[in-house]
């Protein structure tokens, strides 16, 4: 009688559960992905060859139901985010993967930039302008910026790509005013824009807008890159030193298993990212013994601080190292190996 007291009573937890992980809630749990190493992704022609990898890393996303809000709950390194952090208003799971794709395809091409520049290779691209891709509601570009805008100017200064904009977007402070020319059906428009911080990031003051980079990026030796269903700008830095690496015959990795994350413009300037915690512990747990985070000129609560902070908490062995550009990452590992 108990038995079958027990598998009924097991059958109802059984068919609950079923029922709640339909349930779904206006959130997005993060938590740690995996390094992904790069060599097997991106081949150049007659490339090097390396000893050890540079691998990029990922944040695990999904939509939670009651049961996985829970499991987050109580498991360290678990981020429950509003749903409104990761999709715009009215825009549908494809919507947001088609933008997060185009953010990479953007990053990889500046990846290619930046390595073909350092390298010394030939590198060329014509340019047709920065362009709105979309707009977050509540923000200053709301009703002044559409989709398709070409961003001609900001305070007078023109730039070259999409993250150089951003990156003097983000050098300055809520509340400031940003004199923005756009273009639309051939004619320009100007707005001065004051900037406000984003509602799932307070450090952060911006216009609200999303960007793209058009142009067409043309290398030799040529360069294949094989990323699929990968979005998002950070894994910049990392496709940048696995290029750079294989256009030169010194091998920066000297059989190191080197991770770590960050944006890349075409100068070759790294930017923050999202999840910094959640990679720093997947790097751990693929055993890496580098990690690069992004510096932010040094800033407090940067992505680098918040990187050591985590990795004393997991105890890992592994050494974060702060980087504000390609440069400094290839420095450090071209001076760690004199000491080695």
């Known amino acids: 009688m108990q038995k079958r007291r027990f598998i009924r009573i097991l059958l109802l937890i059984i068919i609950i559960g079923a029922a709640l992980s339909f349930v779904k809630l206006p959130y997005y749990i993060t938590e740690p992905g995996e390094a992904t190493e790069l060599n097997p992704l991106i081949k150049v022609d007659d490339g090097y060859s390396e000893k050890g990898s540079f691998s990029l890393m990922t944040v695990k996303v999904g939509p939670a139901n009651p049961l996985t809000y829970i499991w987050a709950k109580v498991r360290p390194y678990r981020e429950i985010l509003p749903e409104d952090n990761f999709k715009q208003e ?35 691209y014509s340019f047709d302008g920065v362009y709105a891709m979309s707009v977050v509601p509540g923000m200053p570009a709301e009703g002044k910026i559409e989709a398709g805008d070409k961003i001609k100017k900001a305070d007078g200064k023109t730039f070259q790509s999409a993250e150089s904009l ?24 100007t707005y001065d824009m004051k900037l406000k911080t984003f509602k799932d990031d307070p450090t952060r003051a911006g216009l609200g807008v999303s960007l793209i980079t058009d142009r067409d990026v043309k290398v030799k030796p040529e360069v294949k890159m094989d990323i699929e269903n990968i979005g998002g700008p950070s894994a910049g830095l990392m496709m940048s030193m696995e290029i750079y690496n294989q256009l030169t015959k010194e091998d920066e990795t000297k059989g190191h298993h080197i991770a770590g994350t960050g944006t890349i413009d075409d100068e070759g300037k790294v930017g923050p990212i999202g999840g910094i915690s959640q990679k720093i512990v997947a790097a751990d747990q693929a055993r890496a013994d580098i990690f690069f985070a992004p ?9 680098y601080e918040e990187a050591v902070e985590t990795a004393k908490d997991i105890k890992t062995d592994m050494k974060i190292v702060p980087v504000d550009t390609m440069d400094d990452a290839i420095e450090y590992l071209e001076e760690k190996a004199k000491n080695t």
């Open 166 to 189: 951003v990156r003097y977007i983000e050098s300055k402070k809520a509340g400031n005013t940003v004199k923005v020319v756009i273009e639309r059906d051939k004619k320009e428009k």
């Open 295 to 303: 510096n932010e000129g040094g800033k407090k609560a940067s992505n």
């Open 90 to 124: 009215g825009e549908s799971d494809q919507e947001y993967m088609k933008r997060q794709l185009q953010m990479m395809r953007d990053s990889q091409e500046n990846a290619m930039i930046a390595a073909y520049k350092r390298a010394g290779k030939e590198v060329t």
